[in-house]
């Protein structure tokens, strides 16, 4: 496609439920990346994905959440056991390369609710 | 750890009016500061600045870093309301963690009629 695509566009879990949200990036983007974004704030680190290899995963805020990219293209963030505090907008991007001259293009999140 | 501030955190204004949005920062190893645009849905790029004291300028829009005081400003002229939005300032250095952006909480601009 055009652009970032992200699913679903809308989530509500009830607390203790495991969520999967999907990105697919630019085709032939190389990098991917997940960042958090909840109410008032600007969006925060979680990982970063060159082709399938998860180079940094260090913003991921616990071990109940994972990524994957197992064939370099599409991403799953999965959250197992949501929490409240879990309800945040999830913003996917991706980017021709690492390099810092390359423009980073973002989708337009999943907003999940956790009540 | 790269921090970025804006201000001010909202600003509401009317069309035509004239608006300037702030975004100071500390990074290690300076490389680049970006501007993003956020309605409801994918933050838009808007600028991405390297050098000190050089506009950069896309329609009503302009941009500029000064990398001796650590900010940058983005203005916006003859505001309408379709520049109501999220903006948002981003850093990132050159070092090991490059491909990372770093953001501030963000500008809320309503533009009334």
């Known amino acids: 496609g055009a652009g970032v695509s992200q699913s679903p566009r809308y989530k509500v879990a009830k607390r203790g439920q495991d969520v999967a949200l999907r990105c697919d990036p630019i085709?032939?983007?190389?990098?991917l990346f997940w960042y958090q974004q909840a109410l008032g704030q600007g969006p925060e680190f979680l990982t970063y994905?060159?082709?399938?290899?998860?180079?940094?995963k260090s913003g991921l805020p616990s071990d109940r959440f994972f990524a994957e990219r197992p064939e370099g293209s599409v991403s799953t963030l999965k959250i197992q056991r949501t929490q409240q505090e879990d309800s945040a907008v999830y913003l996917c991007?991706?980017?021709?390369?690492?390099?810092?001259?390359?423009?980073?293009?973002f989708g337009e999140g999943s907003w999940l609710t956790v009540v | 750890e790269d921090k970025v501030v804006q201000s001010p955190l909202s600003l509401v204004v009317h069309e035509g009016d004239t608006v300037t949005l702030n975004c100071s920062y500390e990074?290690?190893?300076?490389?680049?500061l970006l501007w993003y645009k956020q309605e409801k849905k994918a933050p838009t790029f808007l600028f991405m600045l390297?050098?000190?004291?050089i506009e950069k300028k896309s329609g009503r829009l302009s941009s500029i870093l000064d990398k001796k005081e650590l900010f940058s400003i983005l203005n916006i002229t003859a505001t309408q309301t379709g520049d109501s939005a999220i903006y948002l300032c981003?850093?990132?250095?050159?070092?090991?963690?490059?491909?990372?952006?770093?953001f501030g909480k963000g500008t809320l601009l309503t533009v009334n009629p």
């Open positions: 990074v290690t190893n300076f490389r680049s």
């Open positions: 390297t050098s000190s004291g």
């Open positions: 085709s032939g983007h190389v990098s």
């Open positions: 981003a850093v990132r250095n050159s070092g090991g963690s490059n491909y990372k952006l770093t």
């Open positions: 994905f060159q082709n399938e290899a998860q180079l940094d």
């Open positions: 991007a991706s980017s021709l390369g690492p390099g810092s001259g390359n423009t980073i293009y």
